[in-house]
């Protein structure tokens, strides 16, 4: 059985008119309740119509370009009894959202959109609460929430800051909540700069002592840890200080205290003494971020074990120190602790360093850290760690590891995870994985359409350079910008010495996709600059395809990888084929021309290097 159900837009809280941008549906198609029939846009915000029926389109009573208000006829759906009948029962036509052609409608008349919505979530809600779509604000819950505001961000790392300061310019009022005193997140605070603060420090140390080999001795650096401490903490208050000021030039409230979802309206902060207050959106960004995986069983009370976050505190320089974990953060801490002058052991459970990493790439970087390292451990694992007065005893288990060692600290790095479980999300609907990971599209949406998600809490690659674009992407969208994450690739970079960056098509997983791809490599052992610096142990590679020569993929081991890379980015971005680069003169001599010269080898035009090779097909 079926009835014919007219689907009417429903409220959209103080806009009087929307124009129809999309109609994602056409006469003749099959729908589920939920499944998005138009888009709609005012000059705030674009937004999904679900449909709040299964069923099939019969009639589209508008197109493209329809102007519509609240209650407009937008489609006749030949809607199914049995879905109809297995939604709440409320009067329909009353609630200016469906109403039926057919005198014959069921008793049990689809429920608004808002509250079937809702019911999509696995989590309880209050009555009354919870729309689940742009269009439909829960009014009252926001009336009676302590303040409001456009948009509420859930978090102030680089992604979440960056969609408040983006939304703030683009004329919406913005609540930013953070539960710690300073903005920044992870990366401003005890992530990327921190580090890199103590990495650079770390790689003046080694280059003086390198210095050696061209006839320059300079004493065995003193190291004076409070000032090392303070000159970090410095660059740490500079940028977080400049976050305070840039969110007070642009009006952004900052409340502090931890934040979780009430409703899909309303979230709750509490802060430190417990006080708690409900703040009002319209529209959400969760930018929630992340944190160290922990490993179970292990004396986490002690001190001497410590995540990234007790690795960048630096409270003394350890004789030796333990890295579990061979990532990228493990082995940046490594050569951090390594230059000050810590004996430093990594164990690594996979048979490589830098698990993902194409193994050319990561080789040059390998064989410095062997030399440096007290030693490496390849798949082997930690078992058990015992605080005793001696030092943290590690029991090891495989590789070449030994049973037993001691160490002075160990440093715990394998891995970060999503903080999504911890905002109680499904009380606004957002669905959540098991492992806390937050589902969104290309404009950064969750599945409830008026908040959105971005950053680590999203998915890999967690870095920080992603998080703040999709918090642009987030902010423009909830500004009513039709705007898209459609980046083509999200570069990766390890600030070790030397640095390892890559973007684009990887070889180990174009061999695992089965993808087929040409490449150039280039050595530094050839490079005029790498040599006159004295580290020539770096290579580029850039991936392409053999018909059409565009890029696909490169990557770079070397000093400065990490700013090398971006132009590889760059010429993806722009379909740059591998000619382009060829024939883009560089600077010379330059570390940026192996890029140019790893080009020039895939075309058969290097001339710094004998590698004849036949002439390209494009
Ligand atoms: C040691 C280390 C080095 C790194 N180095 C680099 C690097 O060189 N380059 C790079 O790109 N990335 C690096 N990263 C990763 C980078 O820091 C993250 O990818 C980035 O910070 C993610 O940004 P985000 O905005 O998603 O979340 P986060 O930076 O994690 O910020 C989330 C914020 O939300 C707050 N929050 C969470 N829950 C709540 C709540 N319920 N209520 C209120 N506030 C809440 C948190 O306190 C935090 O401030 C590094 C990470 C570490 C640990």
């Not at 899909?264 to 929630?288: E, L, M, P, R, W």
């Not at 004396?299 to 960048?312: F, H, I, K, V």
């Not at 990887?506 to 280039?522: L, M, P, S, W």
């Not at 600077?587 to 004998?610: I, K, M, Q, R, W």
């Amino acid at each position: 059985m079926s009835d014919l159900v007219t689907i009417k837009l429903p409220d959209i809280g103080d806009i009087s008119t929307v124009e129809v941008i999309e109609v994602l549906v056409a006469e003749g198609d099959v729908v589920a309740v939920e499944d998005s029939l138009i888009t709609v846009e005012s000059d705030k915000a674009s937004m999904e119509i679900p449909s709040p029926v299964a069923g099939t389109i019969s009639r589209l009573l508008i197109k493209v370009g329809s102007e519509v208000g609240e209650g407009a006829d937008l489609m006749v759906v030949e809607a199914t009894t049995e879905a109809v009948a297995a939604e709440p029962t409320t009067n329909a036509a009353s609630d200016g959202q469906t109403d039926t052609n057919n005198s014959s409608a069921p008793a049990s008349a689809p429920d608004n959109v808002e509250s079937k919505s809702t019911d999509q979530s696995s989590d309880a809600h209050a009555p009354g609460h919870a729309h689940t779509n742009a269009s439909v604000v829960d009014q009252s819950a926001i009336d009676n929430a302590d303040f409001s505001a456009d948009l509420v961000v859930l978090g102030a790392g680089p992604g979440g800051y960056t969609a408040a300061f983006r939304a703030a310019d683009l004329g919406l009022s913005v609540v930013l909540i953070e539960r710690y005193p300073d903005l920044g997140g992870v990366c401003l605070n005890v992530g990327c700069i921190p580090s890199k603060a103590l990495l650079h420090t770390g790689q003046i140390i080694n280059e003086a002592a390198d210095l050696a080999d061209h006839g320059v001795v300079f004493n065995k650096p003193e190291i004076d840890i409070d000032k090392l401490r303070s000159f970090k903490e410095k660059v740490i208050t500079q940028l977080t200080s400049g976050l305070k000021g840039l969110a007070k030039q642009r009006k952004v409230t900052v409340v502090h205290g931890h934040g979780v979802f009430a409703s899909a309206n309303t979230v709750s902060v509490t802060d430190d003494n417990k006080n708690t207050q409900t703040i009002g959106f319209k529209q959400a960004i969760i930018a929630a971020g992340s944190q160290s995986v922990k490993i179970p069983g292990l004396p986490y009370d002690d001190e001497r074990l410590m995540d990234s976050t007790g690795a960048l505190a630096l409270a003394d320089i350890p004789k030796r120190l333990l890295v579990i974990g061979g990532g990228i953060i493990g082995l940046e801490m490594g050569c951090v602790y390594d230059a000050l002058g810590t004996a430093v052991t990594v164990v690594e459970l996979s048979d490589g360093l830098m698990p993902g990493a194409d193994r050319d790439l990561v080789r040059p970087l390998e064989k410095r850290l062997k030399k440096r390292f007290e030693s490496i451990f390849l798949s082997s694992k930690v078992t058990a760690i015992d605080a005793t007065d001696a030092g943290l005893k590690v029991t090891f288990e495989g590789g070449s590891a030994p049973s037993s060692d001691t160490f002075d600290r160990v440093l715990l790095s394998v891995g970060r995870t999503p903080n999504g479980l911890n905002i109680e999300a499904g009380k606004a609907g957002v669905k959540v994985s098991e492992r806390g990971f937050i589902s969104v599209d290309g404009q950064q949406r969750t599945n409830v359409p008026h908040i959105f998600a971005i950053g680590d809490i999203v998915g890999q690659p967690m870095l920080a350079h992603k998080a703040t674009h999709e918090g642009k992407t987030a902010a423009e969208v909830a500004a009513g910008m039709k705007s898209w994450f459609d980046a083509k690739t999200i570069p990766s970079v390890a600030y070790t010495d030397p640095e390892v960056a890559w973007m684009g098509l990887t070889e180990t997983d174009a061999k695992t996709q089965g993808i087929a791809y040409e490449k150039g490599v280039f050595p530094w052992a050839a490079s005029g600059r790498s040599l006159a610096n004295g580290r020539n142990e770096g290579v580029t590679k850039v991936l392409y395809d053999a018909e059409t020569g565009r890029l696909l993929g490169a990557g770079i081991t070397g000093t400065n990888a990490g700013e090398l890379i971006a132009e590889a980015v760059l010429a993806l971005e722009m379909g740059a084929d591998i000619q382009d680069i060829a024939l883009t003169v560089h600077p010379h001599p330059t570390l940026s021309e192996t890029l140019n010269f790893a080009c020039e080898v895939a075309e058969g035009t290097v001339t710094d290097l004998y590698a004849p090779k036949k002439a390209p097909k494009h």
